[in-house]
């Protein structure tokens, strides 16, 4: 397949997850009626007015299926992305986001929120009370990432072996807080914390995606300009410096933005995993390693990996909701199972 081809293809199964992501749910809205509420939204100029059949579905779409999608898009883009930036980073196909203990930060602070936080939520305005976890989600993974950098960075120069012993330290100090306060939590808090850890794109609100968005646009922007310099940092570093690299702003501009792709995502969705593994090395598979290529569709093929993965959370058990890391580890463990196999049977043959 070529890289043209390979990012046609994932601009279609978005497409097509996007449409499905629309459609289902406890009122199945199929695409022809999309068009028709669309076309009826848009000569009417708005939803007053409509016929009530009309006004109900165009309600639905715009107040809870589209405000899901759109969240479910960027979520998926930027952990498939952040995947792809740091295989490139670390140069080995199995890194994945969490490495850098972002994800575990960005848990322990909503963790915190959940069971410390009702002593100071009614002193805040409403609007900031409602958005006051998915804020400390960000602070915490932003907390991380702050302390991780000054771990890591020496003399101006980040060391990526530092840097990822340093990750898992900071990942294990993090779980250890996480379970200190669920020991603490009560029944009606550890099934907010599980549910949230676990993943779920039912929250979405069009103020989420105002938050995030800035952040997970920032590291789509800086995409391109990483390509290079990682397609040189693949050969070694000593090598990308020899070609022109500024090998230690390649990997500045890459952690700092991964990490604040990631903590606007889990602050949003929640821990979701395996997209940010899987995505890359999908798309690695059939168009090659060049990342020219490779960050900008492993975005479009992780939104439309999460997607779909939030529509069979949708369906599998109806009328409830599976949390959405279910599915994705469902059916991203056996795939991190056989990646492990084939580099084993690769390094042994």
């Known amino acids: 397949m070529t890289k043209s081809q390979g990012l046609t293809a994932a601009g279609l ?12 749910g406890p009122v199945t809205i199929g695409p022809a009626r999309l068009l028709d509420v669309a076309q009826a939204v848009l000569a009417n100029g708005g939803r007053e007015g409509l016929p009530p059949a009309l006004a109900r579905d165009a309600t639905i779409l715009a107040d809870i ?25 670390f140069r080995n196909p199995l890194a994945d986001p969490g490495l850098v203990g972002v994800s575990s930060g960005a848990a322990f602070a909503a963790v915190a929120w959940i069971v410390l936080g009702e002593s100071v939520a009614h002193l805040l305005p409403p609007t ?41 330290a900071l990942g294990a100090l993090s779980a250890a807080g996480t379970g200190v306060l669920v020991f603490m939590a009560r029944d009606d808090q550890l099934r907010a914390f599980l549910f ?38 693949a050969l070694g570093e000593r090598a990308a410096f020899h070609v022109g690299v500024d090998v230690e702003r ?27 593994l899987a995505a890359p090395h999908l798309v690695r598979l059939a168009i090659g390693p060049g990342h020219r290529a490779l960050l900008p569709a492993s975005a479009l093929l992780g939104a439309a ?26 059916f991203g463990a056996p795939f991190f199972l056989w990646l492990l196999m084939r580099r084993r049977g690769r390094i042994i043959g």
């Open 196 to 233: 949230w850890t676990l993943g779920s794109l039912g929250g979405a609100t069009w103020l989420k995606i105002t938050l995030a968005l800035p952040f997970i646009v920032a590291l789509g922007l800086a995409a391109p300009l990483l390509a290079r310099g990682l397609d040189a940092v």
């Open 128 to 168: 900031l009370a409602n958005l006051a976890l998915p804020l400390a989600a960000f602070a915490g993974g932003l907390a991380t990432t702050l302390l991780l950098a000054r771990i890591a960075s020496r003399d101006g120069r980040t060391e990526i072996a530092v840097m990822l012993l340093a990750g898992v």
């Open 65 to 89: 299926r589209a405000p899901r999608t759109v969240i479910g898009a960027l979520v998926g883009a930027a952990m498939a992305l952040a995947g792809a930036v740091m295989q490139g980073v």
């Open 305 to 330: 990996l999460l997607l779909l993965s939030d529509v069979a959370a949708r369906t599998l058990a109806a009328p409830a909701e599976l949390p959405i890391g279910v599915v994705t580890a469902a």
């Open 250 to 276: 390649v990997k500045r501009i890459a952690v700092i933005g991964v990490a604040a792709a990631v903590a606007a995502a889990v602050a949003s969705a929640g821990a979701i995993g395996f997209i940010g």
């Open 13 to 24: 199964l978005l497409a097509v997850a996007m449409i499905a992501s629309l459609s289902v």
